[in-house]
C-alpha cells in the first residue's frame, strides 16, 4: 500500500478492502490496513486538538476585544456620541464602526459559544441538593434547574438567548 496517500485517498481505499474482505483475505493485509488507518486517524487527532487549542485562544481573544469595544460603544453612546457611517466626527464614525464590528456573525457566535460553555459547566457541576424554591423533593429541583441550563446553553449556540 502507498504511504503517500492523503486522508481522501486512505478513508476511500479502506471502504473499498472493507467492500472486498472476504475470510480469503490474508490477517496480514487486514492488519496493515488497520495500522494504516489508525495511524493517521492519531495524527488526524492530534492536529484537530491543535487546531481546536487555537481557535479557543482566537476566540477567546475575540470575545476580550468584543468586551472591550463594548465598553467602547457605552461610553461613546453615554456622552451623546451617535454613530454616523462615515461622519466627519471620528467620534460618530468611530462609535458606527465599532457596532458593525461588535454585530459579526462569527464574533456573535464565538461568545454564544463560550457563554453556552460556561453554562454547562455550571449545570454539569451544580450540586442537586441545592434547593431554590418548587418541589419538596431536592433531586427533582436540581434536575430541573440542570435541564433549564443545558436548554439556554442549547438556546446560546442557535441565537435564541441573549
Not at 141 to 156: H, M, P, Q, V
Amino acid at each position: 500500500m502507498n504511504e503517500a496517500k492523503n486522508n481522501k485517498e486512505l478513508v476511500a481505499a479502506g471502504h473499498e478492502f472493507a467492500r472486498l474482505m472476504s475470510s480469503d483475505t490474508p490477517i496480514i493485509d487486514m492488519a496493515k490496513m488497520v495500522t494504516q488507518l489508525a495511524e493517521r486517524l492519531d495524527c488526524t487527532t492530534v492536529a484537530l486538538r491543535e487546531k481546536t487549542k487555537q481557535c479557543d485562544t482566537l476566540a477567546a481573544d475575540n470575545v476580550a476585544r468584543a468586551d472591550i469595544i463594548g465598553r467602547l460603544v457605552w461610553q461613546y453612546s453615554a456622552s451623546g456620541i451617535g454613530p454616523v457611517k462615515n461622519s466627519l466626527n471620528p467620534a460618530s464614525a468611530l462609535l458606527h464602526d465599532a457596532l458593525e464590528v461588535l454585530r459579526h456573525p462569527a464574533t456573535v457566535a464565538a461568545v454564544n459559544e463560550l457563554k453556552a460553555q460556561g453554562v454547562e459547566i455550571a449545570a454539569t457541576t451544580y450540586h442537586p441538593l441545592v434547593v431554590t424554591g418548587g418541589s419538596d423533593d431536592p433531586q427533582e429541583n436540581g434536575l430541573c434547574i440542570r435541564e433549564d441550563l443545558l436548554s439556554f446553553a442549547r438556546k446560546l449556540r442557535t441565537g435564541e438567548a441573549i
